[in-house]
């Protein structure tokens, strides 16, 4: 409905706990892990010794065990900010695998590693992600990947979303204020006034910096769906002056203008996908 192109491949975690397996093995060969009551865990603080470990978020040892979450399990690890690769499943546990710790299930952040370097490699362009992810999920991706593929980063470049509002207020199930993509394309929904055209939707998405905090509202989308109403209306004017007979009166002022506008429009999309300046300069350009 958005006019993206269909990935080529959806994997699941589940149809890949072979390949989760077989990384964590090779974490435990070279050192950076440790079993404990059929439970595996990353050695963080070796690592951290050894590799730059933060780098993406920026964070330092000292703060992660100050923001490391009371979970089950503590007190079995040698260092609290130490992760789970591999949990011993509980008898009550309804997923579990035979594996050469016993049964269990993969850890949170091992899936991602082991299915993103089968079918991307050991390293590929962009991964992509909230900015709620970034620490500690994204940091553990690159410690595990590092360790089993040389020290090569799984990334060359990460780009984090920032976080939804509607009306100022932060989405979640806890605000009851939750709004699913049908409901937006539908309008059923209590907080909606009318339903939106999928390509408005993508048009006011895209008019944020993916970086900055986007908000949904009735009046900003009303306000979207008039401006890309404008563009729309431009383009097939724009259609019908290109037809044979129809003569285009210009300057060489505004085509020079014309030809800067469309230059920036690549260096902007350069620029960390700066969609909202692209946006800008087509309404210059209209």
Known sequence: QFNNLPPSIEPTATGHIVEQIEMIRKIIAEG?????????????????????????????????????????????????????????????????????????????HIECSAMSSKYLGRQFDIHGGGMDLMFPHHESEIAQSCICHSGIMPARYWLHNNMITINGKKMGKSYNNVIKLSELFSGDHPILEKAYHPMVVRFYILQTHYRSTLDFSNEALQGSEKAFRRLWEAYEVLGKLAHPGNEIISGTGLDTQVNVWLDELAEFMNDDFNTAKVIANMFELT
Do not use: C
Request: net charge negative; proline share 5%.
């Open 32 to 108: 950076f892990a440790y079993e404990v009551n059929g439970s595996v865990y990353f050695d963080v603080k070796k690592y951290a010794a050894h590799h730059p470990y933060g780098k993406l978020s920026g964070r330092i040892m000292d703060e992660l065990l100050e923001t490391t979450r009371e979970l089950e399990g503590q007190d079995e690890k040698r260092n609290k900010q130490d992760f789970a690769l591999w949990k011993k499943a509980a008898p009550e546990h309804i997923m579990r695998w035979a594996s050469p710790w016993g049964e269990g299930f993969p850890g949170w």
